[in-house]
């Protein structure tokens, strides 16, 4: 892929990148996007439908199935290159704020040390009373497992539809769209709020924003660069075009 030279003299400028990720980055990891068909078992279910607070209080077991087998997917998945760019952005740039929609942790596994989840982490486990965190029992029954600070029902903790994001990492998203000189978007569709309101935000707050994805988005008008193709790919590329005695 060929890249314009005023991006990446930009690139290598820049003192601060901000990386906006959603479900496409983790694709080639094996792990579905939300707009993939959902399979298997679930194939009669919508992620809209399962990920709710409604949901999990008329059928707790069947939510929490669902997330068991999300976490098998996501289980035997590592990092693709996508992510691994990312994290070696820390090596070329002063500071890179990954603020990713992802639930998988991938790009903590990665190496990638500033990220902000705004929908939570599949693994983590909270009580949906108190919201106390609480550990995860490998094998055991998470829906029949109960706070042991109150005695309310687990749940995973992510973010479900109808709910807030946690009030910190937004806070943190904010601070970071601020602050950075260039705004990356990648493998998202843009589509769920607020969240996909972070990069109309970064183009308005006078920042570049680079969008990565293989098809058009809402995102493609905002963005000063659009770079069509997988994450995976192109990020290794643009890595190589703008650093190449580093990467
Ligand atoms: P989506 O499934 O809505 O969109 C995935 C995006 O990734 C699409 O635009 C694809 O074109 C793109 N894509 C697919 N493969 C790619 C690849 N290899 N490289 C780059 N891009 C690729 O997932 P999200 O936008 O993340 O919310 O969805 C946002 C939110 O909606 C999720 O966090 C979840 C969901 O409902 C909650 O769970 C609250």
């Not at 929490?64 to 090596?91: F, K, S």
């Not at 790009?107 to 939570?120: D, Q, T």
Request: aromatic share 8%.
């Amino acid at each position: 892929m060929l890249f314009d030279f005023v991006l990446l003299d930009k690139l290598r400028a820049v003192r601060h990148i901000a990386v906006f990720t959603g479900a496409g980055v983790s694709a080639e990891s094996g792990i579905p996007t939300f707009r993939d068909a959902q399979t298997g078992l679930w194939a009669n279910y919508r992620a809209e439908d399962l990920a709710t607070p409604d949901a999990f209080r008329r059928d707790p077991i069947t939510v929490w199935n669902w997330y068991a087998w999300r976490r098998e997917l996501m289980r035997d998945a590592q990092p693709n290159p996508a992510h691994l760019a990312i994290a070696q952005l820390q090596r070329l740039v002063a500071r890179v704020s990954v603020i990713t929609q992802n639930v998988d942790g991938l790009h903590l596994r990665a190496g990638s040390r500033e990220v902000i989840e705004l929908h939570g982490n599949i693994w983590n486990n909270l009580c949906s009373q108190c919201s106390q965190p609480a550990h995860r029992i490998e094998g055991a029954q998470e829906v029949q497992t109960r706070c042991t600070h109150c005695g309310g029902r687990l749940r995973p903790g992510v973010v479900w539809f109808g709910e807030a994001l946690p009030a910190a990492a937004w806070a943190r998203a904010a601070e970071v769209l601020e602050a950075a000189d260039v705004f990356f978007c990648i493998g998202t569709s843009s589509l769920v709020e607020p969240a996909a309101s972070l990069p109309r935000h970064a183009r308005s707050c006078g920042r570049t924003v680079i969008q990565i994805n293989p098809e058009a988005t809402s995102h493609d008008e905002i963005a000063q660069y659009v770079l069509r193709g997988k994450a995976g790919q192109v990020l290794p590329e643009l890595l190589q075009a703008a650093w190449p005695q580093n990467s």
